[in-house]
């Protein structure tokens, strides 16, 4: 019995290996296959936290604000959610949450209240359910049928005093959202759906809602114990050719600011959650950048992502005693100064005295901007450390390195310990926008090389029908097939094979020996 066995296995083995072949030689030869960037990431600043690490949709990475620099009269705010979103992540690609409330809070008073909240709620729809794919064909515009999966978006505006709704107004309603960057052959023109999806409000507002280029530039092998010590190995901005889901409001400062007298505003967003019963609870929050990831310690990060910032008492110590430059100390041999750190309470929880502190001001962790200053015409990556006061810890600027700014001071930049620390990554890999919103388009899906016997712009139909037609007529006059007409030939090739290799294993199988 032992040699019919082992024939079984090796007649099974020999079906198996037709079967791949066959399934092979009709999907691989069309499709081709390339190695892309970028890889597995791990932990990050943003995952700064154990339970919205697991949920990305509604984990908050970066918030920004400034005073728009085409348009000085305005202000804009840049928020981004979904951390390390790859190019290439289909068939499902990335969307904002149906059963989310994403809101932008500003405080105009400094009290650590919201007195205005804008609020993004989307919802999703759908084309087609009995298909996998994202786009059934090349997208040209946003209501392109061939998009099959869409969001649309509602901003309402909610004015608090004392964390009581004082009115409720719809801004903006059913506004569609800027879809995931499938690549070239899918969106031809992605700049055009880009600009289809910048939307003007009544009252001098603008909105944006879309994919687009991870902003935040960074080395975080931070987090492989401070670079293990080692200093050479810094410079990779590892957040370079990832995506996020980027929220962009630019708003009048008329609108945001209690006055002219006083044009500081604090900054922060949130991500609330609804629950099975309906109710919505907060699940993230971000104003300035690095607070939960390296200043908060383990025991607080969920806390701190629940919490409101007139209860940041609570973690002032976090800020008073940090843990960052006592970790320096003891890798770098760079001494830490000396606690307790009113420096970075004045810096981080109120703002400079004299540039962006609003009077009477609450401690509190909020990103600070004074609606005041002028955009500056030739901005400094370090801001209000060399001298430049429209840029970081005056708000945050697409272009400020708020970790080299931020790692000097925690190390005492501002008390006499003068340094020059940073990660040796100065720029973002992509370039950003001269207008609103600024932020650089999302990197395509489609970043390796063309698949063998294709060229730039094929004409993929979007019905099998259509494709096993000519597309055309080549330069020579002979008829030319589009790519998935090939695919579909192969296809038919494996399947005979398939069907061969199972004629093949019946005879085997009939035979007694």
Not at 191 to 211: D, E, N, P
Not at 411 to 425: I, P, T
Request: with cysteine.
């Amino acid at each position: 019995m032992t040699p019919l066995l082992s024939r079984s296995g090796a007649g099974r083995k020999g079906l198996v290996t037709l079967i791949c072949g066959a399934l092979a030689a009709g999907g691989l030869a069309a499709a081709g296959v390339a190695t892309l960037e970028p890889g597995a990431a791990s932990a990050s600043s943003h995952r700064e936290a154990p339970l919205i690490s697991g949920t990305p949709q509604y984990d908050n990475t970066d918030v920004y604000a400034f005073v728009s620099p085409d348009k000085p009269d305005t202000t804009t705010i840049v928020a981004d959610w979904i951390p390390f979103e790859d190019p290439a992540g289909g068939p499902n690609f990335y969307t904002f949450a149906d059963d989310a409330q994403y809101d932008l809070h500003i405080d105009n008073n400094g009290d650590a209240q919201g007195e205005l909240l804008f609020r993004y709620t989307f919802r999703t729809h759908r084309k087609n359910g009995n298909t996998f794919l994202y786009n059934t064909g090349p997208v040209t515009s946003l209501d392109d049928p061939d998009l099959n999966i869409t969001q649309t978006y509602d901003i309402d505006l909610i004015k608090l005093r004392n964390q009581h709704v004082v009115s409720k107004t719809k801004v903006a309603d059913d506004i569609p959202v800027a879809p995931s960057n499938v690549g070239n052959a899918s969106m031809p023109d992605y700049g055009k759906l880009r600009s289809q999806a910048v939307y003007k409000t009544a009252g001098g507002a603008s909105t944006f809602a879309g994919q687009a280029d991870d902003p935040f530039f960074l080395d975080l092998r931070v987090f492989d114990l401070l670079y293990g010590g080692n200093l050479s190995e810094v410079g990779r901005d590892t957040l370079k050719g990832y995506n996020v889901n980027t929220i962009a409001l630019q708003v009048p400062n008329d609108m945001i600011r209690e006055s002219s007298k006083q044009p500081v505003v604090g900054v922060w967003s949130t991500t609330q959650r609804r629950n099975a019963q309906g109710s919505y609870t907060q699940v993230s929050r971000l104003g300035s950048p690095l607070v939960n990831e390296v200043v908060n310690p383990q025991k607080d990060k969920d806390t701190f992502n629940a919490s409101s910032p007139w209860n940041d008492a609570q973690f002032l110590k976090n800020v008073t005693n940090p843990e960052l430059p006592k970790l320096i100390e003891g890798i770098y041999k760079i001494k830490a100064p000396a606690e307790p750190r009113n420096d970075l309470v004045d810096v981080f929880l109120k703002g400079v005295k004299g540039l962006n502190q609003p009077p009477h001001v609450r401690p509190a962790e909020e990103l600070r901007l004074n609606t005041s200053i002028k955009p500056s015409e030739h901005p400094k990556r370090l801001g209000v450390l060399d001298g430049d006061n429209a840029g970081f810890p005056n708000g945050r600027r697409l272009t400020d390195d708020v970790i080299d700014a931020s790692l000097q001071v925690v190390e005492g930049e501002l008390v006499g310990s003068k340094n020059d620390l940073g990660d040796a990554v100065d720029a973002n890999d992509k370039k950003f926008e001269k207008y609103f919103p600024y932020v650089a388009e999302p990197t395509s899906g489609s970043r390796g090389p063309l698949a063998k016997g294709t060229t730039d712009g094929a004409d993929v139909r979007s019905q099998l029908g259509d494709a096993l037609q000519p597309a055309g007529t080549s330069s020579d006059g002979s008829d030319t097939t589009v790519l998935i007409a090939a695919s579909a030939a192969s296809g038919a090739a494996g399947i005979l094979l398939i069907g061969t290799a199972l004629a093949w294993w019946r005879r085997r199988m009939r035979r007694p020996y």
